[in-house]
Each structure stands twice: as structure tokens, then as C-alpha cells.
């Protein structure tokens, strides 16, 4: 087995697609999470019920860790082979990552629309989903690439 600097890096792309894709989540449910808890207190303040389903708007960008996982799987295998995909594992993480972040910032603004009018939370689903889709994309289109690399 050969020996050297780049062996210690051998497993980057592996870990870089999980950890960039886990770091968006953590960013996106945080900012998220701030959002809601803002509502909820405002709501508390004023002696309204406050809408527990804002949850689901926090919770959202959790998906990006999973589909950064299930390339993370699919490029252990590749690399126990011998072929290590650095740039695949950045990049998609990085852009898993970014779709996760996008989605907290904007489920942010869900629970502040909703805190405030009580309306409107198929709509502001919807948008989510739309974001969410960019990652998606990432995951499935990455998965046929490392398919063709098999």
C-alpha cells in the first residue's frame, strides 16, 4: 500500500459530501429555529396560541444530511475500490449544504408569515419543497454519475 500525504485524504470526498451536506442542515434548522421561536414568544406575549406546526418549517432542511448520507454510502463503495471522487463529495455537499441553509432561511419566513397571520402553510410548504428540490436534483444526478463509475 502505498504511503504519503494524499493517502491521508483518501476518504475527503466521502466525508466532505455528509459533513457539508450536515452543516447546512445544522444552519438551516438553527435559523429556522430562531424564526420560530420568535413567533412563539410573540404569540405567548400576546396571549395568542402559538402554532406548533411552525415545526415542520425547523425541521425541513434535516432531508439534505440524509440524501448526503446516501451519497456518502454510494462513494464508500466506489472508494473501496481505489477511485476517491473529491470533487463529487465537495461539491455535492457543498450544494446539498446550500439548498439546506436556503430552506432554514426561508422556512424562517414561513414562521414569521404564519406567527403573524395564521395563514397560509400549504403555500409556504410548497416553497419549501421547491427548495428542496435543488438537493435532490444533486443527490440523483450525482447517483447516475457515480452509477456510470461503477
Do not use: H
Request: net charge positive; charged share 10%; aromatic share 10%.
Amino acid at each position: 500500500m502505498p504511503t504519503g500525504t494524499l493517502l491521508q485524504f483518501k476518504d475527503l470526498g466521502v466525508a466532505a459530501v455528509l459533513a457539508f451536506s450536515a452543516m447546512g442542515s445544522a444552519l438551516g434548522t438553527g435559523v429556522a429555529a430562531m424564526a420560530a421561536a420568535g413567533a412563539w414568544k410573540k404569540a405567548f406575549s400576546q396571549n395568542k396560541a402559538a402554532a406548533f406546526i411552525m415545526v415542520a418549517f425547523v425541521g425541513a432542511p434535516l432531508t439534505q444530511t440524509i440524501y448526503g448520507m446516501i451519497l456518502m454510502n454510494r462513494m464508500a463503495e466506489i472508494a473501496a475500490r481505489g477511485t476517491y471522487l473529491w470533487g463529487v463529495g465537495v461539491l455535492c455537499g457543498i450544494a446539498i449544504g446550500l439548498s439546506a441553509f436556503m430552506q432554514g432561511k426561508a422556512g424562517a419566513v414561513a414562521c414569521d408569515a404564519l406567527g403573524e397571520t395564521g395563514k397560509g402553510f400549504g403555500n409556504y410548504i410548497v416553497v419549501l419543497g421547491i427548495i428542496e428540490t435543488v438537493a435532490l436534483f444533486v443527490m440523483a444526478f450525482a447517483m447516475g454519475l457515480l452509477g456510470r463509475l461503477a
